[in-house]
């Protein structure tokens, strides 16, 4: 009789299926790898082979270049693929564009490895859809009971509203370059923000992909300050009550320095926590999560109600001893390497 383990593992380089000899988002490069979604922790450059949703693999494309593997499959939502008799399908999990959850089926056996997934509506990214199965893998990231993450159109409004009440300033908004910055742009707009919103130049191929795939982000601009009178960018005064995004990393250097007395914004799940807003000087912290909060993974696990679930990257423990309580079988899968990017 054949065991859950059997049919996946985990291991350094990330889960592994025996049977069917290949890795789910491994952190190291292997022959044949299924890839979730297109964050950096969960999608590497170095594989031989990668199957994945043809978004995700063109996200993969545009970050790492062409050959960052030497062969690709894609795998249509739903669609089941044979790898040496182990049955694979790709589901959506509302995290990105083109994220999904992986369905393993082999022997009688299903698995579900869910990435990073969320329940909440983004006009980005195609809906969870919840699948039927045995094992429940699911990621722990906002996995406590003190997070609950707000209403994101409130979030999104907040910071319109700080737009009108402050209109001599600019307002730097820090979100992750593939998933947070594109839904914070598209949420704008479908608040009724119309004015050009400014785009820290390593978000600009995303966006591009973003607007290429149907996704209207509206009018983008470079958020650069011209100089000479063909560069492009845009007058320091043109920045006065804007919008500009930019990638997290990009707050710390000179970049953010050019802009007139800006409001610094931080787009997280994790300004929830108002220590980490301090910390990183963030005057209007809005919390918007691509993952889900505690009573979405709760309610995600009671509505899938599998035998078992298996917890990966965050606070695995609290979830195991709900699922405990519950009645319901669970281990902490303790997988490294995922760092959750796109928080
Ligand atoms: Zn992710």
Known sequence: ?????????????????????????????????????????????????????????????????????????????????????????????????????????????????????????????????????????????????????????GEVRKLIASTRQFPERAHLVGAYALGKAQRVIRMLREEGYDAPIFIHGALKRLCDFYQEEGIDLGELRPATIARGKDAEGAAKGEFAGAVIVGPPSAFADKWARRFPDPVSCFASGWMRVRGRARQRGVELPLILSDHCDWDELVETIAEIAPQEVWVTHGREEALVRWCALKGVRARPLHLVGYEDEGD
């Open 1 to 153: 009789m054949a065991r859950f383990e059997d049919l996946l593992r985990p291991t350094p380089e990330g889960l592994y299926c025996p049977p069917g000899d290949f890795h789910i988002d491994p952190v190291r490069p292997v022959a044949r790898a299924l890839v979730t979604h297109g964050h950096a922790d969960h999608a590497r450059p170095g594989n031989r082979t990668v199957l994945a949703t043809r978004r995700t693999l063109a996200i993969m494309a545009l970050r790492y270049g062409e050959d960052f593997c030497e062969t690709r499959q894609v795998a249509d939502w739903g669609e089941r693929i044979t790898i040496d008799g182990v049955t694979v399908s790709f589901h959506p999990a509302g995290h990105v564009l083109g994220s999904a959850q992986i369905l393993v089926e082999w022997g009688g056996m299903r698995i579900v490895a869910s990435g990073d997934y969320k329940r909440r509506e983004d006009p980005t990214a195609e809906a969870f859809e919840p699948v039927p199965c045995d094992v429940f893998i699911t990621e722990a990231t906002f996995a406590l009971p003190v997070f609950r993450h707000p209403d994101s159109r």
